[in-house]
Nanobody
Framework: QVQLVESGGGLVQPGGSLRLSCAASISIFSINAMGWYRQAPGKQRELVAAITSGGLPNYADSVKGRFTISRDNAKNTVYLQMNSLKPEDTAVYYC???????????????WGQGTQVTVSS
């Protein structure tokens, strides 16, 4: 069983930045891939970014060039640095972990509780 705890959400103005953190309860060396999904009101949950155990990232087209996913193996933590935020980035952001093909499609099987990101002036 893997527990994931997200933090770092909040209210930010358009153009601002936030960094989300996802702390895992086990060594992330043993996790094939981790990722971030988001769900806005009335919309389906969508993949934002993912990273494999080898450090290879994947990004949704809507966030390429603005968001960066990274991992700190020593801290068992994955980060999502979000820059140039837009109102359409407003959503609950969820961390997920599991097999790479799962993380890239529907989610890894393990999920955090979510953290709210609101981009508004």
């Amino acid at each position: 069983q893997v527990q994931l705890v997200e933090s770092g959400g909040g209210l930010v103005q358009p153009g601002g930045s936030l960094r989300l953190s996802c702390a895992a309860s086990i060594s992330i060396f043993s996790i094939n891939a981790m990722g971030w999904y988001r769900q806005a009101p009335g919309k389906q949950r969508e993949l934002v970014a993912a990273i494999t155990s080898g450090g290879l990232p994947n990004y949704a087209d809507s966030v390429k060039g603005r968001f960066t996913i990274s991992r700190d193996n020593a801290k068992n933590t994955v980060y999502l640095q979000m820059n140039s935020l837009k109102p359409e980035d407003t959503a609950v952001y969820y961390c997920t972990a599991g097999p790479r093909n799962w993380v890239l499609t529907t989610g890894g099987g393990y999920w955090g509780q979510g953290t709210q990101v609101t981009v508004s002036s």
